[in-house]
């Protein structure tokens, strides 16, 4: 499917005519310039563009947070170490949903919560990551002994209900702000997640409507426990992989770009657009991947319709519940959306064949996010879609009464996003 043409108006508010269903083939030469800066511009880029992740991205609780934290990294370690936000707080640019989407259902129907922030301490010596100069075995920046030592110091700080979990795929340090109640996650330096929320946050903003879309969609598969990613037996999807299993099913339907069409071959040209991750947090000779994190800037061209959130939202259930053959397809953003599972004989591929949900992730691609998730889970997405969309369909009754707190987002604008 192929949208229509629509007029979109650029920064001198002059409307200019974008042609249907563009590919950007010339993606890696028309966009060379800016999207071959390497990481290390990127990187310092976010605190100098429109729309920072600092400010336009989060809440005033959110900043208080982060300023908190830094201090307290920046005392014990200097000023060259940065602390920033990633995930949904960035791509979602302070929506302002957070009571909405997280926490546990009270007893006026909304999601009311303490929340979530996730952070990251950028380590200034490493901007490329572990990259092949250096043994990855002997950094004391990876060791359970740092992270031990970040949760003392965090402790002495007065945040509450400190956790190092050296040992997860990414380590992390967990523990709650006492004063605004946010539960925090922080990890050293996988910049991958920065990189990411920033791919994620050029969607949303040239997809008006993307943003209340993905809100719908957590909204409903919350109390349905499927947003649920640390769920022990019934681990069920994360946001991530909700989010990337919304944008490869517009990609598939034509109504959202690829904006790392053209960057799929492996260059030297490609090592600016470099990071080095270790395979394993477990292993005791860890091998390390390369990842290629390039992917073009979005300009007003990019721009698609306003997407109708309900009528949207009926349609993702039905592709999801009755349409999508899970055992035979996949999701993958970085190739266009819905593609054939690999050639089990593509052994770098290997480990994601036997998954029964396969969602790529765009930056390691030997890596399915939803490689926990299990039948049972999978059996009970299909079923609570097919029922939730008999109950909009057939029985046409408004999503107030189907979404707890879906009222309070009518309420709710798109952030303004300056794009060039």
């Known amino acids: 499917m192929r949208r229509r043409d629509v007029p979109t108006t650029a920064n001198n508010g002059s409307a200019t005519k974008k042609t249907a269903g563009h590919d950007h083939q010339d993606a890696s030469s028309k966009y060379g310039v800016q999207a071959e800066l390497n990481f290390v511009e990127r990187a310092s880029h976010f605190s100098e563009r429109s729309g920072t992740f600092r400010g336009a991205s989060t809440t005033p609780k959110h900043s208080e947070v982060i300023d908190h934290v830094s201090g307290v990294i920046k005392q014990r370690f200097g000023p060259t170490y940065n602390v920033e936000p990633f995930g949904s707080t960035v791509y979602m640019r302070g929506f302002g949903v957070s009571q909405q989407l997280l926490g546990n259902q009270n007893t006026n129907g909304l999601y009311r919560s303490k929340g979530d922030l996730d952070l990251e301490i950028l380590d200034m010596d490493r901007p490329f990551g572990f990259t092949p100069d250096v043994d ?20 002495r700080a007065g945040f509450k209900d400190v956790q190092p979990v050296p040992t997860a795929s990414v380590p992390i340090v967990k523990f709650q702000d006492p004063r605004t109640q946010l539960s925090i996650d922080i990890n050293v330096n996988d910049r991958l997640g920065l990189m990411n929320s920033h791919l994620l946050r050029n969607y949303c903003d040239v997809l008006p409507g993307l943003r209340k879309l993905l809100a719908v969609i957590k909204l409903w598969a919350l109390p349905l426990d499927l947003n649920n990613p640390s769920g022990g037996a019934n ?26 069409h053209g960057f799929d071959v492996s260059t030297e040209l490609a090592k600016e657009g470099s990071f080095w ?5 477990r292993a005791k000779n860890a091998t390390r991947l390369w990842c290629d994190v390039r992917f073009r800037p979005v300009t007003a061209q990019d721009c698609y319709p306003p997407l109708p959130v309900e009528e949207t939202f009926a349609d993702w259930l039905h592709f999801w519940g009755h349409a999508f053959d899970f055992e035979h397809h996949s999701i993958d953003i970085k190739d266009g959306g819905v593609h054939p599972r690999p050639d089990a004989m593509m052994q770098s591929d290997a480990p994601r064949l036997s ?14 996010v939803t490689r ?49």
């Not at 990855?136 to 110091?153: F, H, Q, T």
């Open 372 to 420: 926990s998730v299990g039948h049972d889970t999978l059996d009970m997405l299909r079923t609570e879609c097919c029922l939730t969309l008999d109950v909009v369909r057939t029985r046409r009754l408004p999503m107030s009464t189907i979404i707890s707190g879906y009222g309070s987002l009518q309420r709710l604008r798109e952030p303004r996003v300056s794009i060039p």
């Open 235 to 260: 681990v069920s999807f994360s946001t991530y992989a909700l989010t990337l299993m919304t944008l490869g099913w517009l990609q598939f339907k034509g109504l959202a770009p690829n904006l790392q």
């Open 136 to 155: 990855i075995n002997k950094l004391p920046g990876i060791s359970i002994e740092v992270y031990r030592r970040l949760a003392a110091m965090f402790s």
């Open 355 to 368: 998954n029964v949900v396969c969602v790529v992730d765009p930056f390691i691609r030997s890596r399915n």
């Open 277 to 281: 991750i270790r395979s394993s947090t």
